[in-house]
């Protein structure tokens, strides 16, 4: 009776702690280490927000036009662009020769003005005027067209244009900008074809246009 009494408890005991370890299985080793693992994720930190970059366009130069670019930035990705010039060209010298090879000067002009283009752009990039950029422009400008004489004309020069180009923020504060574009000018009052850099603001006519820009955002 008391043999058949120790089997009975055993065999009760036995079943006790397969049941605890059936509902409480012990975790492996792979499971420890990756219970203990340290999670190393940055986030990703956003560039220093900039609202406002002021420019000054020294290619503009070869066309005999100063311009300035205002590019607004109130939105990622969303930018409004104002750029005011002020152009000054004139015709180079011109001559013809008659029989005995005496020189006699064409009259010389000069074509002076200035205007404005607003226009926007989509900037891929965040916090700012960075990144690839595309986007419009409309082209106002009034200007006056002098002849050697002191005969003058004033006339209109309207268009748009289309650019795509790269802006970077060094250091978060200077402003690189490179790119390139088509535009469309026509003059309000035609006048005879003249020569480059007079003829981009004197001629109609569908043309190319270089970007490149230096200046300060903020």
Same mark, same amino acid.
């Given at each position: 009776?008391?043999?058949?009494?120790? #089997?009975?408890?055993?065999?009760?005991?036995?079943?006790?702690? #397969?049941?605890? /370890?059936?509902?409480?299985?012990?975790?492996?080793?792979?499971? %420890?280490?990756?219970?203990?693992?340290?999670?190393?994720?940055?986030?990703?930190?956003?560039? /220093?927000?900039?609202? =406002?970059?002021?420019?000054?366009?020294? =290619?503009? @130069?070869?066309?005999?036009?100063?311009? @300035?670019? %205002?590019?607004?930035?109130?939105?990622?990705?969303?930018?409004? =662009?104002?750029?005011?010039? $002020?152009?000054?060209?004139?015709?180079?010298?011109?001559?013809?020769?008659?029989?005995?090879?005496?020189?006699?000067?064409?009259?010389?002009?000069?074509?002076?003005?200035?205007?404005?283009?607003?226009?926007?752009?989509?900037?891929?990039?965040?916090?700012?005027?960075?990144? !690839?950029?595309?986007?419009? #422009?409309? %082209? !106002?400008?009034? $200007?006056?067209?002098?002849?050697?004489?002191?005969?003058?004309?004033?006339?209109?020069?309207?268009?748009?244009?289309?650019?795509?180009?790269?802006? /970077? @923020?060094? !250091?978060?504060?200077?402003?690189?900008?490179?790119?390139?574009?088509?535009?469309?000018?026509?003059?309000?009052?035609?006048?005879?074809?003249?020569?480059?850099?007079?003829?981009?603001? /004197?001629?109609?006519?569908?043309?190319?246009?270089?970007?490149? #820009?230096?200046?300060?955002?903020?």
């Amino acid at each position: 009776m008391m043999k058949r009494s120790w #089997s009975l408890a055993i065999s009760v005991a036995i079943t006790a702690t #397969s049941a605890v /370890a059936l509902a409480d299985p012990q975790p492996t080793q792979a499971e %420890v280490h990756a219970s203990s693992a340290v999670d190393v994720t940055f986030a990703d930190t956003p560039p /220093a927000r900039r609202w =406002v970059a002021i420019e000054f366009n020294p =290619v503009a @130069l070869i066309i005999d036009k100063i311009s @300035l670019n %205002v590019i607004l930035v109130p939105t990622d990705h969303h930018a409004i =662009v104002l750029s005011p010039f $002020f152009a000054f060209t004139a015709t180079k010298p011109i001559y013809i020769y008659d029989a005995a090879a005496n020189p006699t000067q064409l009259p010389r002009q000069t074509f002076t003005g200035g205007g404005g283009e607003l226009g926007y752009r989509y900037y891929f990039g965040r916090g700012g005027p960075r990144g !690839l950029f595309f986007g419009p #422009s409309l %082209v !106002l400008a009034d $200007f006056v067209a002098e002849a050697q004489n002191g005969d003058t004309k004033n006339y209109l020069e309207l268009g748009a244009a289309v650019d795509i180009g790269f802006q /970077a @923020l060094v !250091l978060d504060r200077v402003s690189l900008s490179l790119g390139m574009g088509l535009q469309y000018l026509a003059t309000s009052t035609t006048i005879p074809q003249q020569q480059f850099p007079a003829d981009v603001f /004197a001629n109609s006519g569908l043309r190319p246009r270089a970007l490149a #820009s230096i200046g300060f955002a903020f």
